[in-house]
């Protein structure tokens, strides 16, 4: 069942951001060929700074938070487009980023080592 509701979380992130991308190139319709979709497996809180890349302006937690970081382009060496989505009792909101996510000072998602989130995270409000 956790991996069930993983699977359509990644899902609508994925379909909601294709849709997203395709409505804002108006008679420029591209496909990206490949998008990873990552999820911090930990909520996230007020006193973690996540940036992104390294010394970039902190990225606000402004509450517990779910993290899905989301690579547009995984096979780029260097800076192209990236998305952070914050899930909070508040809400969902997304931020464009460039680079790989750091989190209180330490990469994620760079080892390629198989990340496991326990669904549902629940997440209290202030």
């Given at each position: 069942m956790r991996k069930y509701c993983l699977g359509i979380l990644v899902m609508i992130c994925v379909v909601g951001l294709a849709a997203t991308q395709l409505a804002a190139q108006g008679d420029k319709i591209r496909i990206r060929p490949k998008t990873n979709v990552f999820v911090h497996p930990e909520k996230?809180?007020?006193?973690?700074?996540?940036?992104?890349?390294?010394?970039?302006?902190?990225?606000?937690?402004?509450?517990?938070?779910?993290?899905i970081w989301i690579d547009l382009a995984p096979d780029a060496r260097f800076a192209h487009p990236t998305q952070y989505v914050l899930i909070s009792t508040e809400g969902a909101r997304v931020v464009k980023g460039q680079w790989w996510p750091v989190l209180n000072g330490k990469a994620?998602?760079?080892?390629?080592?198989?990340?496991q989130a326990e669904f549902p995270i629940k997440l209290t409000g202030k």
């Amino acid at each position: 069942m956790r991996k069930y509701c993983l699977g359509i979380l990644v899902m609508i992130c994925v379909v909601g951001l294709a849709a997203t991308q395709l409505a804002a190139q108006g008679d420029k319709i591209r496909i990206r060929p490949k998008t990873n979709v990552f999820v911090h497996p930990e909520k996230l809180t007020e006193k973690d700074k996540l940036t992104d890349g390294a010394g970039a302006k902190d990225i606000e937690i402004k509450s517990e938070s779910t993290l899905i970081w989301i690579d547009l382009a995984p096979d780029a060496r260097f800076a192209h487009p990236t998305q952070y989505v914050l899930i909070s009792t508040e809400g969902a909101r997304v931020v464009k980023g460039q680079w790989w996510p750091v989190l209180n000072g330490k990469a994620l998602f760079r080892d390629a080592k198989e990340y496991q989130a326990e669904f549902p995270i629940k997440l209290t409000g202030k």
